[in-house]
């Protein structure tokens, strides 16, 4: 899907990986000059030689077998959690790193295991996978971390170099810098309207704010937000395969006979110290046979707090039989 549009609804975006065009000068050159090229004898003889390199890719990719993907890194990999749509960029995460390891089927053996009589072929994902994906991910998913769209985060970037290069000129910090609209659409190459998105977004994220000009006649503008605002966002809590073996044992990576947990919820791997075990508790304990401790404790914890003060409810005190007026 392409789109001009800077509002996309949000179901959308999260389901999609997102990326931009550069729209700087240099690009816009680069592909004048590559329009030029194509009308000249040399542009002719590059268009039937990149005519031949897809038809090798394709014929590369259909070489490709459907072959399954085992991760055995998968149970110690990271990923951020604050966000709910973070559940789907989790999934393009895994994902990402199945799609390397697949690429390089021919380049690594090809494993299998028999289950139920069937022979299941497969490949498995190296640290290298992992550390593409990362640097993937830091470019294409870091994004879904920042609350402005790419266009408009480049034009805070043009901003922050615009307002810098006047601070340097004028002597001046850059909390002290104002520009008016028009300064800033000059520099940064964009009609009115374009940039008025752009700069109404910034202000109402308080990125920049609004000043009142001589007599109230006009906005000037500043900048209110500092150090390198050109900088990708990066996508944090990734899982770096250099740690691995300082990895702390934690009940994501205890046996099976050493957890006291259900089957389907037990690790493959790790050690369990003897602080986590249960000594006494047995490890298939029915739901009967804890009830009774459980109502016992219950009417103890009673007991003790007969006297106390009932907690609030709704702004009004209660107070239990033993301490109402007669």
Request: positive net charge; glycine residues 4%; hydrophobic residues 40%.
């Amino acid at each position: 899907l392409t789109t001009t549009a800077i509002d996309v609804d949000e179901e959308l975006l999260n389901r999609c990986l997102v990326l931009t065009i550069n729209e700087s000068r240099e690009q816009t050159a680069a592909i004048q000059a590559r329009q030029r090229s194509a009308r000249t004898l040399g542009g002719l003889l590059a268009k039937a030689s990149a005519d031949a390199v897809l038809t090798a890719h394709r014929a590369a990719q259909a070489l490709l077998r459907p072959l399954a993907v085992v991760n055995p890194f998968a149970e110690q990999l990271t990923f951020a959690s604050d966000r709910v749509r973070l559940r789907r960029d989790h999934a393009k995460y895994l994902a990402l790193i199945d799609s390397i390891a697949l690429l390089h089927q021919y380049q690594r053996p090809v494993r299998s295991v028999m289950h139920n009589g069937v022979a299941l072929e497969y490949v498995e994902v190296t640290a290298s996978d992992i550390a593409t994906a990362n640097r993937l991910a830091h470019e294409v998913l870091g994004r879904s971390l920042d609350e402005l769209p790419p266009p408009t985060r480049r034009v805070l970037a043009q901003t922050a170099d615009y307002v810098q290069a006047r601070a340097v000129a004028q002597g001046i910090e850059r909390s002290a810098v104002r520009f008016t609209r028009r300064e800033l659409r000059e520099h940064v190459s964009l009609n009115h309207s374009q940039l008025a998105v752009h700069l109404d977004r910034l202000l109402a994220l308080e990125y920049v704010i609004a000043h009142h000009g001589r007599n109230g006649q006009r906005f000037v503008y500043e900048l209110v937000v500092d150090g390198d605002e050109s900088a990708n966002k990066r996508l944090p809590g990734l899982f770096d395969r250099s740690t691995t073996a300082n990895l702390p044992a934690t009940k994501a990576n205890l046996p099976a006979s050493e957890a006291d947990l259900p089957a389907r919820f037990r690790a493959a791997s790790g050690e369990l110290p003897a602080t986590f075990r249960r000594g006494k508790t047995p490890r298939n304990a029915s739901a009967e046979a804890i009830l009774p401790a459980l109502a016992a404790a219950t009417e103890e914890n009673a007991l003790l707090g007969e006297k106390k003060r009932a907690p609030r409810r709704n702004g009004t005190s209660y107070l239990d039989n033993h301490e109402l007026p007669l």
